[in-house]
T-cell receptor
Framework: GDSVTQTEGQVALSEEDFLTIHCNYSASGYPTLFWYVQYPGEGPQLLFRASRDKEKGSSRGFEATYDKGTTSFHLRKASVQESDSAVYYCALRITGNTGKLIFGLGTTLQVQP | NSKVIQTPRYLVKGQGQKAKMRCIPEKGHPVVFWYQQNKNNEFKFLINFQNQEVLQQIDMTEKRFSAECPSNSPCSLEIQSSEAGDSALYLC???????????FGEGTRLSVL
């Protein structure tokens, strides 16, 4: 079935560290991939999306490249800040469905000053 | 700021009680989604609408969950007889088109005692 796997449940970094959060997916049809960020007490906010092979999404210094060959959409940021502390979700939508998103279990990022 | 408005923010019910939450989608967005996010950060798609029509919904065979999006009124999600396992964050999201990334509200946190 359609699914999203985020390898890291929790990531602890110091400011200015490099961030990678791994996201792999399984899709029964043509996928669109998303990264959302959720801060405490808030709903998820879209970072960016990608729907074509090798398409790169980016926002707020975060970026990810959709790789059809490895079925991946890993999130990266060159230099994290304390304000980046949040939960990050990779999500999948299958083209032709009703718009429903399938979310990964999320990665909690904690950045120490 | 554009946003999806969910009320109430917090809802406390006893087991067996009815729980109702409301959502005003972003202005002009005809597509509305409801998700349940549990304490383990797992997202469960519940139902989505385009205007007043249901696009897709989970198998609500227990019939405890019902939802509607009447014209010119807030959308709503109702649990007829709350159970402890229903305690979660209920997120409403809306989009202009089915295949646009949805905009999420801040959620209604339901606690069933």
């Amino acid at each position: 079935g359609d699914s999203v796997t985020q390898t890291e449940g929790q990531v602890a970094l110091s400011e200015e560290d490099f961030l990678t959060i791994h996201c792999n997916y399984s899709a029964s049809g043509y996928p669109t991939l998303f990264w959302y960020v959720q801060y405490p007490g808030e709903g998820p906010q879209l970072l960016f999306r990608a729907s074509r092979d090798k398409e790169k999404g980016s926002s707020r210094g975060f970026e990810a490249t959709y790789d059809k060959g490895t079925t991946s959409f890993h999130l990266r940021k060159a230099s994290v800040q304390e304000s980046d502390s949040a939960v990050y979700y990779c999500a999948l939508r299958i083209t032709g469905n009703t718009g429903k998103l399938i979310f990964g279990l999320g990665t909690t990022l904690q950045v120490q000053p | 700021n554009s946003k999806v408005i969910q009320t109430p923010r917090y809802l406390v019910k006893g087991q067996g009680q009815k729980a109702k939450m409301r959502c005003i989608p972003e202005k002009g967005h005809p597509v509305v989604f409801w998700y349940q996010q549990n304490k383990n950060n797992e997202f469960k798609f519940l139902i989505n609408f385009q205007n007043q029509e249901v696009l897709q919904q989970i198998d609500m065979t227990e019939k405890r969950f019902s939802a509607e999006c009447p014209s010119n009124s807030p959308c709503s999600l109702e649990i007829q007889s709350s159970e402890a396992g229903d305690s979660a964050l209920y997120l409403c999201a809306s989009s202009l088109r089915r295949h646009q990334a949805p905009l999420f509200g801040e959620g209604t946190r339901l606690s069933v005692l």
